[in-house]
């Protein structure tokens, strides 16, 4: 199974901080990888597919870059409503796997 | 706008079979453009992909799961289902419903809302 390692899983920020977020994975997964956040008591919520496509209606200071083993989340600047877990998913190989998550909580 | 709804028992015994059901409007889920799969999430933990659907009954299951678990499409009811057999406490969790799309690499987009199913006697 393809194992996708986030780090940090517990980032402390203030709101207009910039916040980068990486996902390796155990070997090569191309740009298969989503980005979701999940706030609490809700559904996951796509950001980022192919490593680096914003879905529509994301805002812009999401984004997303990296292939191969290594990629990044990256907030530009953080704001009140992005204080969520994020979670990387490898779309290559089966089984499909989740990244342990990353908690952004406020400063 | 795509909508996906899960139900079903929020109480299992240990032992019995889960039965979930997703329910998608705005769509139909007889497209080849689209799988059809199931998450799921243990209280204060990750995410854990369970299964995944065809339009044409194609089915790819997470090894640790795969000997309990059965995914099934109802194209008449616009339904899809997941059932998990054997069901132990570790199996408590928010399970999920999503769509696939159906391209190298295809992300799962939008996702249903959840439900909580927790194993207890």
């Known amino acids: 199974d393809i194992q996708l390692t986030q780090s940090p899983s517990f980032l402390s920020a203030s709101v207009r901080d910039r916040v980068t977020i990486t996902c390796r994975a155990s070997?090569?997964?191309?740009?298969?990888l989503a980005w979701y956040q999940q706030k609490p008591g809700k559904a996951p919520n796509l950001l980022i597919y192919g490593a680096s496509t914003l879905q529509s209606g994301v805002p812009s200071r999401f984004s997303g870059s990296g292939s191969g083993t290594e990629f990044t989340l990256t907030i530009s600047s953080l704001q009140p409503e992005d204080f969520a877990t994020y979670y990387c998913q490898q779309l290559n190989y089966y089984p499909l796997t989740f990244g342990g998550g990353t908690k952004v909580e406020i400063k | 706008q795509l909508q996906l709804q899960e139900s079903g028992p929020g109480l299992v015994k240990p032992s019995e079979t889960l039965s979930l059901t997703c329910t998608v409007s705005?769509?139909?889920?007889?497209?080849?453009?689209?799988?059809w799969g199931w998450m799921r999430q243990p209280p204060g933990k990750g995410l854990e992909w369970i299964g995944t659907m065809s339009y044409s009954g194609n089915t790819f299951y997470n090894s640790s799961l795969q000997s309990r678990v059965t995914i099934s499409l109802d194209t008449s009811k616009n339904q899809f289902s997941l059932k998990l057999s054997s069901v132990t406490a570790a199996d408590t969790a928010v399970y999920y419903c999503?769509?696939?799309?159906?391209?190298?690499?295809?992300?799962?987009?939008?996702w249903g809302q959840g439900t909580l199913v927790t194993v207890s006697s």
């Open positions: 999503a769509r696939r799309i159906n391209t190298a690499g295809g992300w799962f987009d939008p």
């Open positions: 070997q090569g997964i191309n740009t298969y």
């Open positions: 705005g769509g139909s889920i007889s497209s080849s453009s689209y799988h």
